[in-house]
């Protein structure tokens, strides 16, 4: 059977698959989602062999993931007609492994070569247009070949050790609350006003007095991170610039809350299960939104002007974040911290 409109063919042999092939290949934020859904899918079939495919930048982060038997890397780089090409080549040395199952995640014109040469018996593709979030739809492709439901699992089981020893260097001490700020939203109109995580982290340390706080990520936001030591002093660790993604993503599981604007560190946050408040300006809620009742999205939705996807404030004020007060966010953070 097959649906033309949710493109799908779901599995329909007695025994189950043993050999099952997820693919996402692009961006960082949008390939981790993948990953509790993918853990919860593998909970079904718990002998079956389970390999991810992810372009060479993002390749680090399922590879420090103890999920996947194979994890394989589409080089090409951005180029789409290199990776066109270096997809052909993969899917052909891919065959030979016969897989059972494919679970397209990312459904563009290089995952379909691959899906298609491979030729399984079961497939289905992901749904890139829906206008909800990105974490159902990732539920619902996988759902659709037929093997039952798979609600995410948020526990990992992450093979690099050196995140723990990196936070302890730079001041941390295990069993004390870590909270990561993290104002890395690319475009100025997802930008929660600096001084207000400063207050925020003020409030933070009156409630919880030997709190550390951290901020990680690209060179992008190292002016942010500076001006957020001058401001909050020893409390701070600066580690912008001196973690991979696979080193990042492991902190990730010793954050007791993060507070994030819209970016790839935010999906890390959530999809590992830690107290996540969202700050989303002029982003689409209803499709990048965090999921799970760890996790609090404060979104423009509500508003005439909200979810603009602009670049820049029409209004020059950034209003569908300003609106939120440090105090308020802080009140948002606290409910998930007690839950």
Request: aromatic fraction near 10%; charged fraction near 20%; proline fraction near 5%.
């Amino acid at each position: 059977m097959m649906n033309s409109k949710e493109k799908y063919r779901p599995w329909t042999e007695r025994e189950a698959p043993k050999k099952v092939l997820f693919i996402r290949l692009q961006a960082m934020g949008d390939m981790v989602i993948t990953l509790p859904y993918i853990q919860g899918f593998k909970k079904n079939l718990p002998e079956a062999q389970i390999d991810f495919l992810t372009r060479e930048e993002f390749d680090t982060v399922p590879n420090s993931v103890s999920l996947f038997s194979n994890v394989y890397t589409l080089r090409g780089g951005r180029s789409t007609r290199k990776q066109a090409f270096c997809a052909l080549m993969l899917a052909l040395k891919l065959k030979q492994v016969n897989y059972d199952a494919v679970v397209d995640l990312q459904n563009n014109r290089v995952s379909k070569i691959i899906r298609r040469l491979l030729a399984p018996k079961a497939w289905s593709v992901f749904d890139r247009w829906s206008p909800i979030p990105a974490g159902a739809r990732t539920e619902n492709t996988i759902r659709n070949i037929g093997l039952g439901a798979a609600p995410p699992d948020f526990k990992f089981q992450i093979k690099p050790p050196e995140s723990v020893s990196l936070l302890t260097g730079s001041g941390w001490q295990e069993g004390n609350m870590l909270i990561v700020l993290n104002p890395a939203g690319f475009l100025v109109s997802r930008n929660w006003p600096l001084h207000n995580y400063v207050e925020f982290g003020r409030l933070i340390l009156e409630k919880y007095p030997n709190a550390k706080f951290l901020v990680l990520g690209i060179e992008r936001i190292n002016e942010k991170a500076i001006y957020l030591h001058e401001q909050l002093g020893e409390s701070l660790i600066n580690l912008v610039g001196k973690t991979s993604p696979a080193t990042a993503f492991a902190i990730m599981q010793h954050a007791s809350l993060v507070l994030t604007e819209d970016s790839g560190l935010m999906h890390m946050a959530w999809v590992s299960g830690k107290a996540t408040v969202a700050l989303f300006g002029s982003s689409r809620s209803d499709w990048s939104r965090p999921l799970g009742s760890h996790s609090i999205c404060l979104n423009s939705a509500d508003m005439e002007c909200g979810e603009c996807m602009l670049s820049e404030c029409k209004f020059g004020d950034v209003r569908c974040l300003t609106r939120f007060t440090p105090k308020f966010v802080f009140n948002k953070a606290q409910e998930l911290l007690e839950k």
